[in-house]
């Protein structure tokens, strides 16, 4: 759980953007999903699409959040704050303050959307 209640909540890819990395990480997702290293990508998208589940308690969630891939964050976050994370990762953002809500280790071993919802909502 987090000190302050947060104003978003960042999830941070272990991908970096743009859709050429897309495209290759759709195709790798389905050709040997057991050495994707984007747990978060795989625990809330398919190989194209997001997982419904997941979909539908975004959209219902009264939580701002922030969705970023890896390159993004550091061009974003940590060139201000100097922050140094392992990617995947779920922060969240109080103040000027970022706090790590879900660890890499937490989510590389997650097995689906549903649990990860349910420790989003038990931590904030």
Known sequence: MVKNTPEKLIFVYNAN??????LLDGAH??????TYTCSLCAITFGAFLEK???KRFRKASNLKMEFLHKDEFMKM????????????????????????????DELNGMPDAKTLIELIQERV
Do not use: D, M
Request: no cysteine; net charge positive; glycine share 6%.
């Open 29 to 34: 997702k389905i050709l040997s999903p057991n």
């Open 77 to 104: 976050y940590k060139s201000k704050f100097g922050y140094k994370f392992n990617f995947p990762i779920i922060l969240a953002e109080a103040g000027h303050t970022l706090e790590v809500l879900i660890t890499t």
């Open 52 to 54: 419904r589940v997941w």
């Open 17 to 22: 953007s743009g859709l050429r990395h897309q």
